[in-house]
């Protein structure tokens, strides 16, 4: 069993920045691939970033790319997004998550065995 617990969400201005955090506790957190995702409202859950075990290689979804930056810190079993140039559309609850055994994409929110209970995040324009 695994928890994984987020912070770091709020209130931003559209330009503005919010670097999101996620620890994790319960499994061997240095072996497994994390990701991101997030539900603006109304819209379902989607991908937004991944970083393999060893943070050696990160994926992002094209509406992000260049402005999210994913990283993790193994020591303290914790993943970060950083979010620069933030907008309006990026409004959303934003979700961690522990990707299983499974050789299911990474953008695929079923390959995630377990997930943080989310941080809002909301942008002003």
């Known amino acids: 069993q695994e928890q994984l617990v987020e912070s770091g969400g709020g209130l931003v201005q559209a330009g503005g920045s919010l670097r999101l955090s996620c620890a994790a506790s319960?499994?061997?957190?240095?072996?497994?691939?994390m990701g991101w995702f997030r539900r603006a409202p109304g819209k379902e859950r989607e991908f937004v970033a991944a970083i393999t075990s060893s943070g050696a290689s990160t994926y992002y979804a094209d509406s992000v790319k260049g402005r999210f930056t994913i990283s993790r810190d193994n020591a303290k079993n914790t993943v970060f997004l950083q979010m620069n140039s933030l907008g309006p559309e990026d409004t959303a609850v934003y979700y961690c998550?522990?990707?299983?055994?499974?050789?299911?994409?990474?953008?695929?929110?079923?390959?995630?065995?377990?997930w943080g209970q989310g941080t809002q995040v909301t942008v002003s324009s």
């Open positions: 319960g499994r061997t957190f240095s072996t497994y691939l």
């Open positions: 998550a522990s990707r299983g055994p499974t050789f299911m994409s990474y953008a695929n929110e079923r390959a995630y065995s377990y």
